[in-house]
């Protein structure tokens, strides 16, 4: 179907780039792009499609990231293979927050805000046991090898993330054209109405806690392997739950490309902000904060929402479908 | 003649309030019944003791022979019993089409065939023309109707139907009516709330009065609206009268 | 486990730390009870009334006690506006929009101050910084005093305001019944513009009495405003009495955790109440609604 199609035709016209550029700065904003996406995509399944603003998604990326990391440093597991176990930790982390929260009907701002508290005991603890470094955190050794998921040039690395995107693309594809998608939607727009025609809201917002989690901790363990280092701050810290969720909704919650869109729209503008600025400690984080204000005053449902909107209020005028 | 719904000493109280005190009813199978009375009653508590949505302080609820007493609704609406809100509940960010196919999907897992269905169903409560509206685009006609479809897509046995003519004009309640009397003739069960008597004497077989959470009267239309003590309670003598002229003494 | 002496103190130390809490939870609460939004900047203009407070202290001269005149109207007049022009309109009538906006407000005001002011702790020294009083076996910090006091006495002139003034009475109103107010004439803009002002003045307050025994960065406000909601959660959204008693509560719960397992441990022991209020109690314990 339609979605589908424009989601290969994505990936195949992203993945050429590498092919037809070897140029570091190119590939370096692709792949970060990318990242960017996959937070946004990540967040966007539990918030835009599910309805349930989580403010501490770091909590997910943070798991990912140490359980990435760990499960090469102590347990001399092979990084690819460590991949999908550290998407499973997230997601089982995911599944355990979910679970109390959906458990004692938690919605709204006491969502949002156990989600926060959860990153932060998350992240006092991480600063407090040397299971996980403590303060100073975890270095993965230098391995320039695909082998370790440590490629030498970036084509690697935009490839692998472009995999990792794909597969969010894909999830969120699915959630438009599946039962367990509309029920999700109906469970965002309406709990009680989607109860009495037989949605069960426990299981349909844990599940999505579940994927959100388990994506969100790709980019994580993404995270360690290219930049070999992780700490409490950058696992747990503010900056990754706020990235994702302005990025998802500066897009447009709840659509198929709005993370996209609104990602790869705060990245250009960070780029920017740092070519005409420089180094400005905390510029990019006042950007991510007034843009968030300024989307929700003027365009609450983000650009490609509002674009999604614009297009749908065209055909009903034009009469394209009656 | 089968109970499809059996409600036996039912009560609920929040706090100081009793709003539904030892409520007992049998709903039988392929009726179409009503349950009126003053607002704040208990009515839409009752519907709410019925399909789950609240926890029966004392008493039990079972349908088709099975005990539901405080199973959860979406349970319930897999065993065929749903219902529709009061204040209408639209998912509102989506199409009317979409809608439907909610409870659609409730047995039809795949998303075509819930789309196919959602649009026999439209055709059924008369929104054809209006598939691809937003739900928030409707009028409240509109979405009283949206509602019921929802509600009938998930094919109920017994549809709880919570003053689905309110906030509607004479034009459109005249309209509503052959949609409500359909369902029946589908061969689902329906039990209203409803304060348009009108509607209640067209349509009800049996009628339920309640006021202050008490089960006060019950019977058909006639008898129901010639009890003094509801005329007291609810109906008042003017309304009561009239009633009588129109629809003569039918038993 | 530990000498009874050391045990006071650390209860002492936390019922002045607490009040200060409560101070910075009540004005949470009355945005809270009255605007029924959660206000995620809340912490963050903390942070802003602090580093005015140091400014004034460092640039000026001006001791901390002594700008509470200057400090508390000027945040009272940020609050207003900010509600008035920014989060009122940008609400668009939905509660998740105002959770967004503010969200990103406490974003902005945050990073502004890492821009500005980068990212060094900053403490003052006045006359008093290091003097004590002893109380029964412990001694503790005079700043640390002047706040409890300072604290009790500015929720009772909140609780006088709410209670006994005609702004009282008409923000019991719009809280109660937001529609029947407007219909009486009340002005539920200017109402909810106020409340907010209010509220931030409560941390201009807040801010005055802290400082002399504490310090600024551009983090500070996310430490505090967990802690500020768990005391609104544990409290009962909306309760002022609940909100006094539970930042004394959580001022205690944090000195006796800090003592037992350490400084970043104990801080711990506050999110896991937090959670498990917001699970097993969220109308919390003096709840004046769910």
């Given at each position: 179907?339609?979605?589908?199609?424009?989601?290969?035709?994505?990936?195949?016209?992203?993945?050429?780039?590498?092919?037809?550029?070897?140029?570091?700065?190119?590939?370096?904003?692709?792949?970060?792009?990318?990242?960017?996406?996959?937070?946004?995509?990540?967040?966007?399944?539990?918030?835009?499609?599910?309805?349930?603003?989580?403010?501490?998604?770091?909590?997910?990326?943070?798991?990912?990231?140490?359980?990435?990391?760990?499960?090469?440093?102590?347990?001399?597991?092979?990084?690819?293979?460590?991949?999908?176990?550290?998407?499973?930790?997230?997601?089982?982390?995911?599944?355990?927050?979910?679970?109390?929260?959906?458990?004692?009907?938690?919605?709204?701002?006491?969502?949002?805000?156990?989600?926060?508290?959860?990153?932060?005991?998350?992240?006092?603890?991480?600063?407090?046991?040397?299971?996980?470094?403590?303060?100073?955190?975890?270095?993965?050794?230098?391995?320039?090898?695909?082998?370790?998921?440590?490629?030498?040039?970036?084509?690697?690395?935009?490839?692998?993330?472009?995999?990792?995107?794909?597969?969010?693309?894909?999830?969120?594809?699915?959630?438009?054209?599946?039962?367990?998608?509309?029920?999700?939607?109906?469970?965002?727009?309406?709990?009680?109405?989607?109860?009495?025609?037989?949605?069960?809201?426990?299981?349909?917002?844990?599940?999505?806690?579940?994927?959100?989690?388990?994506?969100?901790?790709?980019?994580?363990?993404?995270?360690?392997?290219?930049?070999?280092?992780?700490?409490?701050?950058?696992?747990?810290?503010?900056?990754?739950?706020?990235?994702?969720?302005?990025?998802?909704?500066?897009?447009?919650?709840?659509?198929?490309?709005?993370?996209?869109?609104?990602?790869?729209?705060?990245?250009?503008?960070?780029?920017?902000?740092?070519?005409?600025?420089?180094?400005?400690?905390?510029?990019?984080?006042?950007?991510?904060?007034?843009?968030?204000?300024?989307?929700?005053?003027?365009?609450?449902?983000?650009?490609?929402?509002?674009?999604?909107?614009?297009?749908?209020?065209?055909?009903?005028?034009?009469?394209?479908?009656? | 003649?089968?109970?499809?719904?059996?409600?036996?000493?039912?009560?609920?109280?929040?706090?100081?309030?009793?709003?539904?005190?030892?409520?007992?009813?049998?709903?039988?199978?392929?009726?179409?019944?009503?349950?009126?009375?003053?607002?704040?009653?208990?009515?839409?508590?009752?519907?709410?003791?019925?399909?789950?949505?609240?926890?029966?302080?004392?008493?039990?609820?079972?349908?088709?022979?099975?005990?539901?007493?405080?199973?959860?609704?979406?349970?319930?609406?897999?065993?065929?019993?749903?219902?529709?809100?009061?204040?209408?509940?639209?998912?509102?960010?989506?199409?009317?089409?979409?809608?439907?196919?909610?409870?659609?999907?409730?047995?039809?897992?795949?998303?075509?065939?819930?789309?196919?269905?959602?649009?026999?169903?439209?055709?059924?409560?008369?929104?054809?023309?209006?598939?691809?509206?937003?739900?928030?685009?409707?009028?409240?006609?509109?979405?009283?109707?949206?509602?019921?479809?929802?509600?009938?897509?998930?094919?109920?046995?017994?549809?709880?139907?919570?003053?689905?003519?309110?906030?509607?004009?004479?034009?459109?309640?005249?309209?509503?009516?052959?949609?409500?009397?359909?369902?029946?003739?589908?061969?689902?069960?329906?039990?209203?709330?409803?304060?348009?008597?009108?509607?209640?004497?067209?349509?009800?077989?049996?009628?339920?009065?309640?006021?202050?959470?008490?089960?006060?009267?019950?019977?058909?239309?006639?008898?129901?609206?010639?009890?003094?003590?509801?005329?007291?309670?609810?109906?008042?003598?003017?309304?009561?009268?009239?009633?009588?002229?129109?629809?003569?003494?039918?038993? | 486990?530990?000498?009874?002496?050391?045990?006071?103190?650390?209860v002492l130390n936390g019922v002045t730390t607490g009040a200060v809490y409560a101070l910075i939870a009540?004005?949470?609460?009355?945005?809270?009870?009255?605007?029924?939004?959660?206000?995620?900047?809340?912490?963050?203009?903390?942070?802003?009334?602090?580093?005015?407070?140091?400014?004034?202290?460092?640039?000026?001269?001006?001791?901390?006690?002594?700008?509470?005149?200057?400090?508390?109207?000027?945040?009272?007049?940020?609050?207003?506006?900010?509600?008035?022009?920014?989060?009122?309109?940008?609400?668009?009538?939905?509660?998740?929009?105002?959770?967004?906006?503010?969200?990103?407000?406490?974003?902005?005001?945050?990073?502004?101050?890492?821009?500005?002011?980068?990212?060094?702790?900053?403490?003052?020294?006045?006359?008093?910084?290091?003097?004590?009083?002893?109380?029964?076996?412990?001694?503790?910090?005079?700043?640390k005093?002047?706040a409890f006091?300072?604290a009790l006495?500015?929720?009772?002139?909140?609780?006088?305001?709410?209670?006994?003034?005609?702004?009282?009475?008409?923000?019991?109103?719009?809280?109660?019944?937001?529609?029947?107010?407007?219909?009486?004439?009340?002005?539920?803009?200017?109402?909810?513009?106020?409340?907010?002002?209010?509220?931030?003045?409560?941390?201009?307050?807040?801010?005055?009495?802290?400082?002399?025994?504490?310090?600024?960065?551009?983090?500070?406000?996310?430490?505090?405003?967990?802690v500020?909601?768990t005391i609104?959660?544990?409290?009962?959204?909306?309760?002022?009495?609940?909100a006094l008693l539970g930042g004394l509560l959580i001022g205690v719960v944090e000195s006796l955790?800090?003592?037992?397992?350490?400084?970043?441990?104990?801080?711990?022991?506050i999110?896991?109440?937090?959670?498990?209020?917001?699970?097993?109690?969220?109308?919390?314990?003096?709840?004046?609604?769910?």
């Open positions: 179907m339609k979605d589908l199609r424009n989601v290969i035709l994505f990936v195949l016209v992203v993945a050429l780039v590498p092919v037809l550029t070897s140029s570091g700065v190119i590939l370096n904003f692709v792949m970060t792009a990318l990242y960017a996406c996959l937070l946004a995509q990540a967040w966007n399944i539990l918030g835009g499609f599910g309805g349930q603003f989580s403010f501490g998604h770091a909590l997910f990326f943070g798991t990912g990231a140490y359980a990435q990391a760990i499960l090469q440093l102590q347990f001399n597991v092979n990084p690819w293979v460590a991949l999908p176990l550290a998407m499973g930790a997230s997601a089982m982390v995911g599944a355990w927050v979910g679970a109390l929260s959906f458990r004692y009907g938690l919605k709204g701002s006491y969502f949002a805000l156990v989600t926060l508290a959860f990153a932060e005991v998350f992240r006092i603890v991480a600063l407090s046991v040397p299971f996980t470094g403590a303060g100073v955190g975890l270095m993965l050794p230098l391995q320039s090898s695909a082998a370790a998921m440590q490629f030498g040039t970036r084509a690697g690395f935009v490839w692998l993330m472009l995999g990792l995107v794909a597969l969010a693309l894909c999830v969120s594809v699915w959630l438009r054209h599946s039962r367990f998608g509309a029920y999700l939607q109906a469970v965002r727009d309406n709990e009680d109405a989607a109860r009495a025609i037989g949605v069960n809201p426990f299981q349909v917002k844990l599940l999505a806690t579940v994927l959100s989690g388990g994506l969100m901790g790709a980019g994580g363990a993404f995270y360690v392997q290219v930049f070999q280092y992780i700490d409490p701050g950058i696992a747990y810290g503010p900056h990754t739950s706020v990235e994702a969720l302005v990025g998802a909704i500066v897009g447009g919650m709840g659509t198929l490309w709005g993370p996209v869109v609104g990602a790869l729209a705060l990245h250009v503008l960070a780029d920017l902000t740092r070519n005409l600025f420089g180094q400005l400690p905390g510029i990019n984080m006042v950007i991510y904060g007034a843009v968030l204000v300024l989307i929700v005053m003027f365009l609450p449902r983000g650009i490609a929402g509002s674009g999604v909107s614009v297009r749908a209020a065209w055909q009903r005028w034009t009469g394209g479908r009656s | 003649m089968t109970a499809l719904l059996q409600v036996q000493g039912v009560s609920k109280s929040f706090g100081g309030l009793r709003a539904v005190q030892d409520v007992s009813l049998t709903v039988t199978q392929g009726s179409l019944t009503a349950l009126i009375g003053p607002n704040g009653a208990g009515k839409t508590t009752l519907f709410a003791l019925m399909s789950g949505f609240l926890r029966p302080d004392q008493g039990n609820v079972s349908f088709a022979g099975q005990d539901i007493t405080g199973q959860a609704p979406h349970l319930n609406a897999a065993l065929g019993l749903t219902r529709t809100f009061q204040i209408v509940q639209p998912f509102a960010a989506q199409t009317v089409r979409e809608n439907i196919a909610v409870g659609a999907h409730l047995h039809l897992p795949q998303r075509a065939l819930a789309l196919a269905r959602a649009e026999e169903v439209a055709l059924q409560v008369g929104l054809s023309s209006q598939l691809d509206k937003l739900a928030s685009d409707l009028t409240v006609a509109g979405r009283k109707r949206l509602e019921m479809a929802r509600a009938l897509a998930a094919r109920p046995k017994l549809l709880l139907l919570d003053e689905v003519l309110a906030g509607l004009n004479p034009q459109e309640i005249a309209e509503m009516i052959p949609v409500v009397r359909n369902l029946v003739a589908q061969g689902v069960t329906v039990l209203m709330i409803e304060h348009v008597m009108q509607a209640v004497m067209n349509l009800a077989e049996h009628v339920w009065v309640l006021a202050q959470g008490k089960l006060i009267a019950e019977g058909t239309p006639s008898q129901v609206t010639q009890n003094a003590q509801v005329i007291e309670a609810y109906l008042g003598h003017g309304t009561a009268a009239r009633l009588r002229a129109q629809h003569g003494d039918k038993p | 486990m530990f000498d009874p002496s050391i045990l006071w103190a650390s009540l004005g949470l609460t009355l945005i809270y009870g009255v605007l029924h939004i959660i206000n995620f900047a809340h912490g963050a203009s903390l942070m802003m009334a602090l580093y005015g407070v140091y400014f004034l202290k460092e640039r000026l001269g001006i001791d901390p006690y002594l700008a509470l005149p200057v400090v508390v109207p000027l945040m009272f007049v940020l609050g207003y506006v900010l509600q008035r022009v920014v989060i009122n309109r940008a609400s668009h009538g939905k509660d998740e929009n105002i959770l967004l906006v503010t969200l990103g407000l406490s974003i902005v005001m945050e990073n502004l101050a890492l821009l500005f002011f980068k990212s060094d702790t900053r403490t003052i020294d006045t006359a008093y910084t290091l003097t004590t009083w002893s109380i029964g076996s412990a001694m503790i910090s005079l700043p005093l002047v006091v300072g006495v500015v929720s009772a002139l909140l609780l006088w305001m709410v209670r006994g003034t005609d702004l009282g009475r008409a923000i019991r109103a719009v809280a109660k019944e937001k529609h029947g107010a407007r219909l009486m004439g009340i002005d539920v803009e200017h109402v909810y513009a106020m409340c907010f002002g209010i509220g931030l003045a409560c941390l201009g307050a807040a801010a005055c009495f802290l400082l002399p025994a504490y310090y600024v960065n551009p983090q500070v406000g996310n430490g505090f405003v967990l500020a909601f609104v959660v544990l409290g009962g959204m909306g309760s002022f009495a609940g955790g800090g003592l037992y397992l350490g400084e970043s441990l104990g801080q711990v022991g999110f896991v109440i937090f959670i498990a209020v917001l699970l097993l109690r969220p109308q919390g314990f003096f709840g004046a609604r769910t």
